[in-house]
C-alpha cells in the first residue's frame, strides 16, 4: 500500500546542507496500523511530509497505492491528497470559522461531492468517534480532545487509502490520550484503514501494530508490537 | 468544487474578517457612489437640458424653404419671381402636399412669412408683429391651443399668439418710452418697460388693423391695412413663460388674407420676398413639417430634401449638448474610476494582509485536497462579494449625495421659468455602478488570490 525507496533527504540553508534522512526503506501494507517513533530532530516530522506529498525527497521514491509522488506535480497531489490522504495534526487545525460538522465535510467540498451525500458521511462518522451532538457548533466551543475527534473524523471522510496522524495526542491529557487513541484503532479495525502515527511517545507506539523507530536521520529499528496481527507483517527492509 | 461551496467559503471570510471587509467596503462603496452620482448628474442634466431644448426649440420641426441653390430653367435672373417659370428649388402646394402624406409626418403646412407689421387696436394701442400666413385649422396640429376662438375661412380674421395679446401700449407712451430709452438706461424706465411689455389685452373679437412703412416711397408714410378682426387667441405654449411669450409676436392668417395684407401693405416690395402670390400660385417661402417623434425628424428631413428643398431643424442644438454631455459623463466618469483605482489600491493591501494572517488556513485547506486554482477561485469570489457589497453600499451613498445635492442646489429655479434641475438616479445606473465595483473587487483580488494560492502547505503549517 505504502512504499518508501531509498529515500533521502538534504535542507539547504544558504550554502550549508543537512542531512535530515538516509536511505529509508519500509512498506506499509493495507489496513497496517504503524508508529513512526523518533525524538525531536530525529526526522520523522520530515518522512511524514515526504510520504504525504507535501515535500519532495531528494532521493528516492515514495509510493502510495502504487502512484509515486515524487513524478507528481502540485495539482496532482493534490488531487491525490484528496482521494488517498487523510490527515490528522497534533493541533487539530480545524477551520474555526465553519461548524463541527462542515470541518468534517470539508475535505469533500474541494471534491465537488453533493452536500446532503457530505451531511449524511459526516453525521456517521462523529456518531463513529462519538461526538454527534456537536455537529453543529464550532470548534472554539469544543474541547481539545473533542477538537481531535474532528480531525479524524475529517480525515476519515474521504475513505483515504492511508491516515498519516502527526502527534495526535501531543496536545492533550493523558486520559484523552487514550480516548483518542482507542478510537484510531477502532477505527482501524473496523474500517481497516491504514493509520500511520508519528509520536514521540513510546506508550502510544507501543501501542500500533508496528514500530518504526528513527534517530539522526536513520531507521534505526523496527518492531512488531503485540498488536501486529499474526497472519501478515509489513515488509520491513531498514538499513 | 461547487459554486455555492465557494460562495460559502468565501461569505464566511467576508462576516468573519470585519475589518478587512469594512476596509474594502467603504473603498469600493464610495468609488461606486461616485460612479453612480457621476453617471446621475450627467444624465440628469442631459434629461433636463433635452427637455428646455424641446420646450424651447419644438425638436419635432422641420422648417422647409426653398432650395434657392438650385437654378430655375427659362432662363434670366430671379427665377424664384415668375411662377410661370419652371424652378425646381421652389417650396410648392404639390410639394407640400407629397410631404403631408410621408410617414411619420402628423402635419405639414405652409408658414408663409409676409413680413412684420405695426399691430393697432381701435382705442390706439399698438404692438410689434410677424405675419404669418398659413392653413389656420392646421395651427392646433403644431401644439398650439386655442384660448378663445378658433381657425375660421373668414377673409380678414386673425388669429394671434399669446406673445401678441402681450405690450400693447397706446401709441403716445410707446413714444414717451422709446424717447426716454434712447441712448440713457434708466431702470425705472426699463421697469416700466418691461410691465407694460408683459401686460395683457384681451383681443378676441377686436378690430385691428395692421401698419407698415411705405418703404417703395422713402418718405416714411405708413400704409394701413383694411379692418380686421381677431377671430382667436392662442394660450401661451405649455413650459414657456410669459418673460419669453412677450419676445414672440405672431398673427396668423389664412393664405388668402396674407396675400391681401401684401398688397395692401406692399409687403412683397418691402421685403423683397415672393410672398405676395402664394395662395394663387402654390408657391411659399416657408413650411413646417411636423413629424410623429424626434427620431424620425432626420429620416423625414432626408425624404424632403429629396424634393429639392431646404431643411432645417433644431437638431444641432441637441447634438451640441450631447457632445457636451458626453464629455462631462466622461470627466465624471474618469473621476469615479480613479477613486476606484484608489479603492482598488485599499482591497489589496487589505486583502493581502488577509492572505498572510490565513496561510495557515490555506495551507490546511490544501493539505486537505484543495488545489491552487480553488484557492485562488475562493479569493476571488471573496473579492468579487466585497465587490457586490462595496456596490450596494454604494447604491446607498449615492441615493444620500444625490439627495444631498439636490437639497442644495434645489431651490434655484429653471431657466425661463422652466422646471429645476433635480437629480434622479436613472435605474441604468445601479447596475453600471455594481459592476464597475465587483470589477474591481476581482481585479484587486487577482494578486491576493494568486498569492494565497502559491502558499506552500507545508511552510503554512510550519510557519505558527
Known sequence: MLRVEKVSHTFKNGSETTSVLHDINFAVKQGEMVALLGSSGSGKSTMLNLMAGLMKPTEGHIFIADHDLVKMSENKLSVFRRKHIGFIFQAYELITSLTVRENVELPLVFQSVAPSIRKQKAMALLENVGIPDKADLFPSQLSGGQQQRVSIARSLITEPSVIFADEPTGNLDSKTEKEIIGILLNLNKKMKTTFIVVTHDQEVAEQMQRIFTLRDGYMITKKQTPAEPESEGGEVHAD | ?464
Open chain 2, 1 to 464: 468544487m461547487r459554486i455555492s461551496d465557494i460562495t460559502r467559503l468565501a461569505w464566511d471570510q467576508i462576516k468573519r474578517r470585519k475589518v478587512v471587509t469594512g476596509l474594502c467596503m467603504a473603498g469600493l462603496s464610495i468609488g461606486c457612489a461616485a460612479i453612480i452620482v457621476a453617471l446621475s448628474i450627467g444624465d440628469s442634466a442631459q434629461s433636463y437640458a433635452d427637455r428646455e431644448v424641446n420646450r424651447n426649440f419644438k425638436m419635432d420641426e422641420i422648417t422647409v424653404r426653398p432650395n434657392e441653390g438650385i437654378p430655375g430653367q427659362g432662363g434670366g435672373s430671379g427665377a424664384g419671381n415668375s411662377a410661370n417659370k419652371f424652378d425646381p428649388g421652389r417650396l410648392t402646394r404639390q410639394k407640400v402636399e407629397i410631404i403631408q402624406k410621408l410617414n411619420h409626418v402628423t402635419a405639414a403646412a405652409p408658414f408663409q412669412e409676409v413680413g412684420y407689421v405695426q399691430m393697432l387696436t381701435v382705442d390706439n394701442k399698438i404692438s410689434d408683429a410677424q405675419i404669418i400666413g398659413t392653413d389656420l385649422s392646421l395651427l392646433t396640429k403644431y401644439g398650439n391651443k386655442f384660448k378663445q376662438g378658433g381657425p375660421s375661412d373668414t377673409l380678414g380674421g386673425v388669429i394671434l399668439n399669446y406673445g401678441a395679446t402681450l405690450g400693447l401700449i397706446d401709441s403716445e407712451t410707446r413714444k414717451n418710452l422709446y424717447e426716454k430709452m434712447n441712448g440713457t438706461y434708466d431702470p425705472k424706465v426699463m421697469e416700466q418697460y418691461d410691465s407694460l411689455s408683459r401686460l395683457p389685452s384681451d383681443m378676441y373679437q377686436q378690430q385691428i388693423q395692421l401698419q407698415a412703412p411705405d418703404m417703395a416711397s422713402q418718405t416714411g408714410k405708413m400704409l394701413t391695412s383694411s379692418q380686421m378682426r381677431v377671430i382667436g387667441t392662442l394660450a401661451l405654449p405649455s413650459g414657456m413663460d410669459e418673460n419669453m411669450a412677450m419676445y414672440d409676436k405672431k398673427i396668423y392668417v389664412s393664405l388668402e388674407t396674407a396675400e391681401q395684407l401684401s398688397e395692401e401693405l406692399k409687403l412683397n416690395a418691402n421685403n423683397g420676398a415672393d410672398s405676395s402670390s402664394s395662395s394663387k400660385t402654390g408657391v411659399f417661402n416657408s413650411a413646417i413639417v411636423k413629424v410623429d417623434s424626434v427620431d424620425n425628424i432626420v429620416q423625414v428631413e432626408k425624404l424632403v430634401q429629396k424634393l429639392t428643398l431646404q431643411t432645417s431643424t433644431n437638431l444641432f442644438q441637441k447634438e451640441q449638448l450631447a457632445e457636451t454631455f458626453s464629455m462631462f459623463k466622461k470627466v465624471a466618469l474618469g473621476i469615479g474610476v480613479f477613486i476606484l483605482i484608489i479603492a482598488s489600491i485599499s482591497i489589496i493591501v487589505a486583502m493581502t494582509m488577509s492572505t498572510h494572517q490565513r496561510r495557515r488556513q490555506i495551507g490546511i485547506m490544501k493539505v486537505l485536497g484543495a488545489n491552487m486554482g480553488q484557492i485562488r477561485n475562493m479569493f476571488i469570489t471573496e473579492a468579487a462579494l466585497l465587490g457586490l457589497l462595496g456596490g450596494l453600499l454604494g447604491i446607498g451613498f449615492s441615493y444620500l449625495i444625490v439627495s444631498g445635492i439636490n437639497k442644495l442646489v434645489g431651490t434655484g429655479g429653471g431657466f425661463g421659468g422652466g422646471e429645476a434641475l433635480v437629480i434622479y438616479i436613472p435605474l441604468s445606473t445601479l447596475p453600471v455602478g455594481i459592476a464597475f465595483a465587483i470589477m474591481t473587487g476581482i481585479i484587486s483580488g487577482i494578486y491576493p488570490a494568486i498569492s494565497a494560492s502559491r502558499t506552500n502547505a507545508l511552510t503554512a503549517i510550519k510557519r505558527d
